[in-house]
C-alpha cells in the first residue's frame, strides 16, 4: 500500500505543480523538496540522534535495574492480549510500555526515542526481516493513536489565539484519542487476518532459472513504452506552459484555478505568521511545568534507582547512548523518501485541489468544510497542520466551537506517515503490510470523534 500511496504523491503533485506553474521559485516543489530534505536531515535526523543518545542511556539503565520487567509484570494481561507474539519477559515489552506511558503524559518527541527502542526489540522477534511483523503493526497503530492527557501545543496555540477557556479540550482530547486508540485496536486485529495484509517474506520462487519477477519485467514492455511516451508528452506540455507565461494564464483562467494560486499565496502568509506570545496564565504555567518535571524526574528516579540495585550507572548509560547515532543514520532514507514526497504534494497545490474536491461530498454528511485542510494535513505534516491550525484560530469569522474543534483534531491525531517512515525506518522494514491502513482508520476516528464530541460539548 505504501509504495502506491508514496508514487501517486509524487506524480499527482509535479503533474498538478506543471499546471499550476510551480516547478521553480521559492514557491516551487524543487526548492520545497530539496528543503524538506535537508530539514528531515539536519532538523530531524540528526537532532534525535543526541534526544536518543539520552534516552537509551536511561532505558539500559531501567533495563539492567530491573525497573522495565516489574512495570512489564504490572501490565501483562493488557500487553499478552495485544502482543501475544511477544514473550512476557521480551526487552520489548519494557520498552513499549514506556513508550505508550511517554505519549499518554504528552512528552512530545520524548517519547520517540522509546518508540524506536520498542521497535529494535521487536524486529529481534521478527522471522521475515524487511517485513513489519503483527506485534510491529499493533504497536504503531497504537502509536499513531495514543490516548493523550494533556494536549501542550494544542492549548497554547488556542490561548496565543485569545480563545476563551483554551484548556477545556483536554476533556474532548482525552475523549477523542479514546476512541481513536479503541478504532485502532480493532482494525489493527482486523486486518492482520486478511490475505491480502499476510505476514510472509519476499523471497522469489524460482521457476526453470527464472524468478517470478523476471517473468513479470518481460510482460511490462508495452506499458513501459506507453508510460514513456505519456511522460514525454507531459513534459512537452508543462516546458510550453513554463515558456509561454500568457498561453499558461489562459489554461488557468480556462481551468479556474486561479483560486488555487490564491489559496497557496494566503496559506504561505499564514505559516510565515509569528506567533506573540503575552502574559502565561497560572494554570498554564501549572501546566507547562508538570510537562518538565516529567522527564528530569523519570531521569533521577532510573538513575537513584538503578544505583541503589548495584548498578553501574555511568558505564551502563554510555553502552545505551552508543546505539543513538546509529539509529538517526538508518532512519535518514526513509525519513527524506517520505518527506520529500509529502513536500511535493504539499507544494505543487494537489493538497489544496483534494480539499476542494472533497467539500462538496462533505457537506452532505455536515461535515464543516472549514476544517477539511487540517483533516487532510495532519496525518501527513506536524508543521503544515500547526499552520492550518493557526489560519483557523485567527479566523475572526469563524465560532469558538469549530475552533476548539480544530484543537481537538489536532492534539487527538498524529502525522501517520512521519511516524511510519522514522519507526519502520529504524529497522529498515520496506513492507508495511496493514499498519499504514490501520493507522489511518484511527486518525479517521479521531476526526470524527472531534467533531462529534465537540458539538455536544460546545455547541
Request: aromatic share 8%.
Amino acid at each position: 500500500m505504501l509504495n502506491y500511496i508514496w508514487a501517486s504523491l509524487i506524480i499527482i503533485g509535479i503533474c498538478v505543480a506543471g499546471l499550476l506553474g510551480r516547478f521553480g521559485g521559492e514557491d516551487g516543489i524543487i526548492d520545497g523538496a530539496f528543503a524538506m530534505a535537508r530539514i528531515g536531515v539536519m532538523n530531524i535526523a540528526l537532532p534525535l540522534a543526541a534526544i536518543m543518545m539520552i534516552w537509551l542511556g536511561v532505558m539500559r539503565l531501567a533495563e539492567k535495574s530491573g525497573m522495565i520487567d516489574l512495570v512489564a509484570r504490572a501490565v501483562r494481561p493488557v500487553m499478552k492480549w495485544l502482543f501475544p507474539e511477544v514473550p512476557a519477559d521480551h526487552p520489548a515489552m519494557g520498552a513499549m510500555i514506556m513508550n505508550m506511558a511517554a505519549n499518554v503524559l504528552g512528552l512530545g518527541n520524548s517519547a520517540t526515542p522509546l518508540g524506536l527502542k520498542a521497535m529494535q526489540h521487536l524486529d529481534e522477534l521478527n522471522p521475515h526481516k524487511g517485513t513489519a511483523s503483527n506485534a510491529m503493526c499493533t504497536f504503531l497503530a497504537i502509536n499513531t493513536s495514543s490516548v493523550t492527557l494533556i494536549p501542550v501545543t494544542a492549548i497554547a496555540l488556542l490561548s496565543s489565539a485569545g480563545i476563551p477557556d483554551p484548556y477545556q479540550i483536554m476533556g474532548t482530547v482525552i475523549g477523542a484519542t479514546l476512541i481513536s486508540t479503541m478504532v485502532a485496536i480493532i482494525s489493527v486485529k482486523v486486518f492482520e487476518k486478511m490475505p491480502v495484509f499476510r505476514d510472509q517474506g519476499e523471497s522469489d520462487e524460482v521457476v526453470g532459472g527464472e524468478t517470478k519477477k523476471d517473468e513479470v519485467l518481460k510482460k511490462i514492455g508495452p506499458y513501459g513504452a506507453v508510460i514513456l511516451v505519456a511522460v514525454l508528452l507531459a513534459m512537452g506540455f508543462f516546458a510550453c506552459l513554463a515558456a509561454m507565461p500568457d498561453f499558461h494564464q489562459a489554461v488557468i483562467d480556462k481551468l479556474h484555478l486561479q483560486g488555487i494560486l490564491d489559496q497557496l499565496a494566503a496559506e504561505k502568509a499564514t505559516l510565515e505568521h509569528e506567533e506573540v506570545a503575552g502574559e502565561m496564565p497560572g494554570w498554564r504555567r501549572w501546566m507547562f511545568a508538570f510537562s518538565l518535571t516529567a522527564i528530569p524526574f523519570i531521569w533521577l528516579f532510573f538513575i537513584v534507582y538503578a544505583w541503589v540495585r548495584g548498578v553501574k550507572v555511568y558505564e551502563e548509560f554510555v553502552e545505551g547512548a552508543k546505539e543513538g547515532f546509529g539509529v538517526a543514520v538508518r532512519i535518514m532514507p526513509f525519513l527524506v523518501t517520505m518527506l520529500v514526497a509529502l513536500a511535493i504534494f504539499r507544494d505543487s497545490g494537489a493538497l489544496l485541489v483534494l480539499q476542494n474536491l472533497m467539500r462538496p461530498l462533505l457537506d452532505l454528511v455536515s461535515f464543516p468544510v472549514e476544517l477539511v485542510p487540517m483533516a487532510l494535513m495532519r496525518p501527513l505534516s506536524g508543521s503544515g497542520s500547526q499552520g492550518v491550525l493557526v489560519e483557523i484560530l485567527t479566523n475572526e469569522g469563524l465560532g469558538d466551537t469549530l475552533k476548539y474543534t480544530a484543537a481537538t483534531m489536532f492534539g487527538s491525531t498524529e502525522t501517520t506517515f512521519y511516524v511510519l517512515a522514522v519507526y519502520f525506518g529504524s529497522v529498515g522494514i520496506r513492507r508495511t503490510r496493514h499498519a499504514l491502513a490501520a493507522g489511518l482508520c484511527a486518525d479517521v476516528a479521531g476526526i470524527i470523534a472531534a467533531v462529534v464530541i465537540c458539538n455536544f460539548v460546545f455547541g
